[in-house]
């Protein structure tokens, strides 16, 4: 008797009845493991040994596979907040199917938390079972999401090498000419979504900001904000297990005269602007000259005009109108 749900797991979790017929499956053997759980059918001709709420799973029960920011969470990749599922669904594509039901036909007109994105037959044949190629990946991530999520994407693309340099300046060039000024934005020393956010964010209301700048003792300050502030960013997980050496750090940052300060990965996700209030405060005290506490419309302005980043702002505001025309792109948190 074959064993259906080893043949789908060596699949990488997600196969068609053909793969499987190929493999030695009868029609009554894959009756058997749907039945007992140990397979999920997907849709008429897709089996799955993957959970019927991964997003993997989802995607292909639509009809397509994973895209944009849905295949940057389904990769571990660095995303803020709950997004809708984004599917890649081939343009001669029919029989679409909601995300939790097989059985039930996808309204294209409201699919309820679905985004549709129909693509050609040269896009359709790169990827995988269940996923595009990672650099039609981040495109659809460029031209849909918000400017932050878009960096953050980028910085974990390539801080993990998912992508290398080759990758990254192919992808550019994919892009519209207005939203190419990205390339400035992204830092392959960037470390964590956190540190990402926080970079991006503090650029975009006017601060000069350095990352992974060298230390004593092979170390690094995760960033230096107006050459006064030396911001060390992390996650609770990372930082208990380290709470005497982080300490240290601490009084080895102020011994280089830089104000240190060391958001957890909470306050940049849920508190942010206290938190740039402080580096206002550490910033404006270092060279004695009046707080601006965040009122950085006209610096925000000046960083679209010179950058190249207007594309995003027209994006954004014809997405959101009630966008305020003095701040910078939204973020999610």
Known sequence: MPDIARMVAALGGMAQKQQLVCRGARDLDLTRVVRSGEVVRVRNGWYSTLSEQSPELRAVRVGGRLTGISAVIALGGWVLG???????????????????????????????????????KEQSERGSAFSVGLLDVLERVALDEEFETVVAALDWALHTAAIDLIDFESLILRLPAELRGIRDWVDIACESLPESLSRTRLRLAGHSVSSQVP???GRAIDLVVDEVAGIEVGGEATHLTKFESDRRKDVDITLMELHALRPSARMVFHDWERFERSVDVAVTLHRNTPATFGNSGDRVRALFNTRGMRGWRRRARARSPELPKGRGMGWAG
């Not at 997004?83 to 007109?109: C, F, I, M, S, Y």
């Not at 309820?112 to 994105?117: A, M």
């Open 215 to 217: 230390m004593s003792g």
């Open 82 to 120: 709950h997004h809708p599922l984004h599917v890649a669904v081939n343009e001669n594509a029919g029989r679409l199917r909601t995300q939790h039901n097989r059985h039930k036909r996808l309204d294209v007109k409201n699919t309820r938390g679905v985004v549709v994105h129909w693509v050609d």
